[in-house]
């Protein structure tokens, strides 16, 4: 077989289906949900879109509660997953031309969800399609299973296998190329701390302190009123706010309001893959605040907060800092701060653990911390396909054989739909050196791209279940 002939042949209506498919404003629409179409009117109909393609092409398809549906061909007892999904995040502002218009521009079809994930998936039907128009013989069932939530709280793949067979191997065309074969165990905590009451009059009170909106990612800002007092007191807190500002290099203000001097500090938001590459703007607020006569609440929180996260994104002052070959080292975020003086005091903590490390001695660690309660604790498990499965083998050799560069393996520290499979990767579908556009304005796939990953996982589907 010439996978990529086989591509060229079915080029326009390719690239038409793709378009009718990405017309779809297949957004999550939680109001709009009910039986049989839990994610609303139109996720639902993308979903019926691609399950009525497999019913004209004479493949067997289920739907599965609206949740998921699957398009299988071949036969035999196991089955290769092919996992994508036709929900895409809300289109956002500033597009050149209407999200949903998919226009073709530069060789590039314009749309949300062009490469996250409805282009993609389109590409896997085709493949699927090469193989039956061939009538290739196959020893296994090849059954790509479509998700409708995979951008929200992945509701699909949990309702999808509760009910249908775990396939024995499999990917997901849902993320980069060559092959994402580790990715790190993902802890979300959030911690509350109480605190006595305070005793004897300090110089200031701090009333309030909120840092970063989600614990995924560095908080940029973080926003704290302070009250005073004696005015003196006050004009030297906000000097010394300045000189803390300009001795780490800084951006921030102090302002007046009625509840007291309101100081805003600015920090560089990055995702918490790698904490260390931001400035937490948070962390950088409770070093600044405990270093003055705060009143022991506002003083204990600060205080502790430093201790445990000054300069640390490894878990070090936590020990729980570990690290392993495949996947590199523990990381550790603190996303969000939440401050209300006799009422509030929490953090969330965002913790990515190597693929060999257990999260139950990242929980101790975090239980350990003194004076703190776990109010929230999610453990989603590290996901590794070793380097000598099969299906790593299989992968490799497809995409070298068609690409010519070597298909490396990337562990990463973020969470793909790959790790809903028990033995899956995720295989595309974005090329090594292309910029991630994925969730942005302009988001694209480029036709090219999107022709060699059809021919690769053309490829990969028949020499998995062949
Ligand atoms: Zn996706």
Not at 391 to 398: A, C, G, S, W
Request: glycine share 10%; aromatic share 8%.
């Amino acid at each position: 077989m010439n996978w990529e002939v086989e591509v060229i042949r079915k080029k326009d209506e390719l690239i038409k289906d793709a378009q009718s498919f990405l017309q779809i404003e297949s957004v999550l629409d939680e109001k709009g949900g009910r039986e049989g179409k839990p994610f609303g009117e139109k996720v639902d109909e993308a979903l019926q879109y691609m399950l009525n393609k497999g019913e004209i092409e004479g493949f067997t398809v289920k739907n599965v509660d609206g949740y998921a549906g699957h398009i299988e061909y071949g036969q035999g007892e196991d089955i290769v997953g092919v996992l994508c999904h036709v929900d895409v995040v809300p289109a956002g502002e500033g597009w050149t031309t209407p999200p949903f218009s998919a226009d073709i521009r530069d060789n590039r079809i314009f749309a949300r969800g062009a490469i996250d994930d409805k282009g993609p998936t389109m590409a896997a039907f085709y493949a699927l399609k090469i193989l039956k128009d061939a009538g290739l013989q196959l020893s296994k069932k090849i059954r790509m299973i479509i998700g409708t939530d995979e951008e929200s709280d992945w509701r699909c793949v949990e309702h999808y296998f509760k009910h249908e067979a775990m396939p024995t191997i499999g990917f997901a065309p849902d993320a980069d190329f060559p092959i994402i074969h580790a990715e790190k165990g993902i802890i979300d905590a959030v911690l509350s701390f109480t605190y006595q009451k305070e005793m004897s009059d300090k110089r200031y009170t701090l009333k309030q302190f909120t840092s970063g909106q989600r614990l995924n990612m560095v908080p940029d800002e973080a926003i704290a009123t302070v009250t005073t007092a004696k005015e003196h007191d006050r004009d030297s807190l906000h000097m010394a706010f300045e000189a803390y500002l300009a001795e780490h290099q800084l951006s921030g203000e102090g302002k007046i309001t009625d509840d007291g001097w309101q100081f805003t500090l600015k920090g560089v938001s990055v995702h918490a893959m790698e904490p260390s590459l931001g400035i937490n703007a948070g962390i950088h607020m409770a070093k600044f605040l405990c270093q003055h006569e705060l009143d022991e609440q506002g003083l204990a929180f600060t205080s502790h907060i430093t201790a445990l996260f000054d300069q640390d994104t490894r878990g070090q002052k936590l020990g729980i800092a570990c690290q392993d070959d495949i996947s590199g080292e523990l990381t550790l975020n603190v996303g969000t701060i939440r401050y209300i003086q006799h009422e509030e005091a929490t953090l969330g903590l965002n913790v990515r653990y190597p693929v060999t490390a257990d999260g139950k001695d990242v929980r101790k660690g975090i239980e350990s911390i003194k004076g703190a309660r776990i109010e929230k604790f999610d453990d989603s498990q590290p996901h590794h396909v070793s380097k000598d499965h099969p299906l790593i083998k299989t992968l490799q050799r497809v995409y070298e054989e068609q690409t010519g560069d070597a298909a490396s393996l990337i562990a990463i520290g973020g969470g793909t739909y790959a790790r809903s499979l028990e033995a899956g990767v995720a295989f595309g579908p974005l090329f090594p050196g292309r910029p991630d556009c994925a969730h942005q304005k302009d988001e694209y796939i480029e036709i090219d791209d999107l022709l060699r990953a059809t021919a690769l996982y053309a490829q990969a589907m028949y020499e998995l279940a062949k």
